[in-house]
């Protein structure tokens, strides 16, 4: 017992030493083994048929009566969840991506452009190697209400939203001075990413468990890679933030 003290002493010593901004890091990684955990649970129980009648049930709740012909709500809010699920297309994603890298390069944060780089494209690997593993079938209750040329999970938009968004917002927020500018940045990349998501499901183009998995999967993406250029910034490797 006394040995077992001895260590748990030790190990509260050694964690008090730790700065608040080592913590950071740490928090975060614990963040993205959760999300890695929640999508390989989502894709086991998805691949194995478990989740079936949740996502049914879900897509019909967005029906009056079931009607293939009436989505839920007002006459105009099928056309705007098509304009919100543009802010997850590739061309939206790519025009944003290209716009961010170049304000970045002009301000002379090259290293950034990479890590903007290597996020986006490492997302997209993982992704369209994902669906094509699974190469699960999009839902067929109802009418598309966008076209779809890919498998179904994870969603692509999801995941992508939530890479490059999180990426963004998180990257853009570390030169922000003021902390409610950072937390700002940061909302409007959540908000952004949850309502593209949200959009897939509505126009039916995807199950609610393939919108679930993209974005565990792309925030998980994202969180691992500003952790990694937290880790180059504070060796001197990449520009560090504002104070």
């Known amino acids: 017992m006394s040995r ?12 008090r030493k730790l700065r608040h901004a080592e913590w950071i890091p740490i928090a975060v990684l614990l963040v993205v083994a959760l999300a890695i955990w929640a999508f390989v649970e989502l894709a086991d129980e998805v691949a194995e048929g478990d989740l079936e009648k949740f996502d049914r049930a879900v897509l019909l709740s967005l029906r009056e009566g079931n009607d293939a012909d009436n989505p839920l709500g007002p006459s105009w809010l099928e056309e705007a969840m098509r304009d919100v699920t543009a802010l997850g297309s590739v061309a ?28 986006v494209v490492g997302a997209l690997v993982l992704s369209s190697t994902f669906k094509w593993f699974y190469a699960r079938p999009r839902p067929d209750l109802f009418p598309h209400g966008d076209k779809v040329y890919t498998a179904s999970f994870p969603s692509g938009h999801s995941s992508m939203s939530a890479a490059v968004y999180l990426t963004l917002g998180a990257l853009l927020a570390r030169y922000q001075e003021k902390r409610k500018l950072r937390v700002y940045l940061v909302a409007i990349a959540v908000v952004l990413t949850i309502s593209v998501g949200v959009s897939r499901v509505y126009l ?19 969180l691992a890679c500003w952790v990694v250029a937290y880790w180059l910034e504070r060796r001197g490797m990449i520009e560090q933030q504002a104070e």
């Not at 077992?4 to 964690?15: F, G, V, W």
């Open 204 to 222: 039916s183009v995807h199950w609610p468990t393939d919108v679930l998995a993209g974005w565990t999967l792309g925030a998980a993406w994202a």
């Open 4 to 15: 077992i003290r001895e260590l748990l002493k030790h190990a509260i010593d050694s964690a």
């Open 92 to 119: 939206v994603l790519s025009g944003v991506t290209v716009a961010a890298c170049g304000f970045l390069w002009l301000q002379g944060k090259h290293s950034a452009v990479l890590y903007v780089l290597v996020a």
